[in-house]
């Protein structure tokens, strides 16, 4: 396994009752991303040693995808055949507006979740765009 840790939050109230993890199995890191729900439990965070992490966010089959080597340049995953126009996600326990694009299903976050929990790499059969910038992995 290439990430070392993750963390979950779930927010009560104001208050996020979350909790770091070390990693095990990858279906652990699944269950979390799948349990999701957009409301308490909005991000699920996969974590590398330095600024290496990936961050997973939304839920109920709208997700936000990102992933950083550096914690300076950042990959998102997107879905081409949507659009720029805004929606509204919960991630990280607040409300927030994210371009059509950038909210993926499931299927495609579990793919690029398991790539970089497994490998540390950027999953090829899924698109990235950094810095609105496509580019090929």
Same mark, same amino acid.
């Given at each position: 396994m290439f990430i070392s840790k993750f963390s979950v939050e779930n927010w009560v109230g104001n208050q996020n009752?979350?909790?770091l993890k070390q990693v095990h199995f990858w279906p652990e890191i699944e269950t979390a991303i799948k349990e999701l =729900?957009?409301?308490?439990?909005?991000?699920?965070?996969?974590?590398?040693?330095?600024?290496?992490?990936?961050a997973i966010g939304g839920g109920t089959g709208k997700y936000?995808?990102?992933?950083?080597?550096n914690n300076e340049d950042?990959?998102?995953?997107? =879905?081409?055949?949507k659009s720029d126009e805004e929606m509204i996600l919960v991630v990280g326990g607040?409300?927030?507006?994210?371009?059509a694009k950038l909210c993926v299903d499931l299927d495609t976050t579990i793919k690029a979740a398991k790539t970089f929990a497994e490998l540390g790499t950027m999953e090829k059969s899924v698109v990235w765009e950094r810095d609105g910038v496509f580019e090929p992995v």
């Open positions: 009752k979350g909790f =729900d957009g409301h308490r439990k909005t991000l699920v965070t996969l974590e590398a040693e330095e600024e290496t992490h990936m936000v995808v990102y992933l950083t080597f950042f990959h998102y995953v997107v =879905d081409l055949s607040q409300e927030g507006f994210y371009p």
